[in-house]
T-cell receptor, first 112, second 114 residues
Framework: GQQLNQSPQSMFIQEGEDVSMNCTSS?????WLWYKQDPGEGPVLLIA?????ELTSNGRLTAQFGITRKDSFLNISASIPSDVGIYFC????????????FGQGTTLQVKP | EAGVVQSPRYKIIEKKQPVAFWCNPI?????LYWYLQNLGQGPELLIR????????DSQLPKDRFSAERLKGVDSTLKIQPAELGDSAVYLC????????????FGPGTRLTVL
């Protein structure tokens, strides 16, 4: 079945540093999404991407939809302690099913 | 506005026992999803409802799992009998339409099967 490979699996950084994580797939997706999950909570949508090459920002977060439609990255600038959590990418193949395929997640730890 | 509500938040049962999870979606959301999330993994779709109709249940293990959304609002996911490997977080999400990307997730039910 379709799979998303997300990397790195975990990151431990100093407060103020920039962070980059990415997702790749063997399949083409027409939508890429990035979610954040805090402990004991459900995932919360951060950024949605709809077009190949699209670059979208949400505050200190920036995400891009890869030109090949098989990859996406998420950058976090000037990290702060509340950025701690698990970040998931998710892709959607067909716009008429709504089905999302999630990556395995990147666990981010920020040292104050 | 209230978010997606799930109960219970935690459940511990012995194997072979039945268990049920309840979800109340955001008011007005006609699409409801049940996901399974294993430790260290992303959510995996189990079933999707459009109103009261299950339109995608291809990933639901039908020998022991069942779900219903009788009036197109609340939904219940049941496992009978539970197995050790069913220990996971069960997430419910809702959205206002097929093509919207904003699936709002509930906090999940953490199931432990002993």
């Amino acid at each position: 079945g379709q799979q998303l490979n997300q990397s790195p699996q975990s990151m431990f950084i100093q407060e103020g540093e920039d962070v980059s994580m990415n997702c790749t797939s063997s399949s083409i997706f027409n939508t890429w999404l990035w979610y954040k999950q805090d402990p004991g909570e459900g995932p919360v949508l951060l950024i949605a991407l709809y077009k190949a090459g699209e670059l979208t920002s949400n505050g200190r977060l920036t995400a891009q939809f890869g030109i090949t439609r098989k990859d996406s990255f998420l950058n976090i600038s000037a990290s702060i302690p509340s950025d701690v959590g698990i970040y998931f990418c998710a892709g959607r193949v067909s716009s008429n099913t709504g089905k999302l395929i999630f990556g395995q997640g990147t666990t981010l730890q920020v040292k104050p | 506005e209230a978010g997606v509500v799930q109960s219970p938040r935690y459940k511990i049962i012995e194997k072979k026992q039945p268990v049920a999870f309840w979800c109340n979606p955001i008011s007005g959301h006609n699409t409801l999803y049940w996901y399974l999330q294993n430790l260290g993994q992303g959510p995996e779709l189990l079933i999707r409802y459009e109103n009261e109709e299950a339109v995608d249940d291809s990933q639901l293990p039908k020998d022991r799992f069942s779900a219903e959304r009788l009036k197109g609002v609340d939904s219940t996911l049941k496992i009978q009998p539970a197995e050790l490997g069913d220990s996971a977080v069960y997430l419910c999400a809702s959205s206002s339409g097929l093509n919207t990307d904003t699936q709002y997730f509930g906090p999940g039910t953490r199931l432990t099967v002993l």
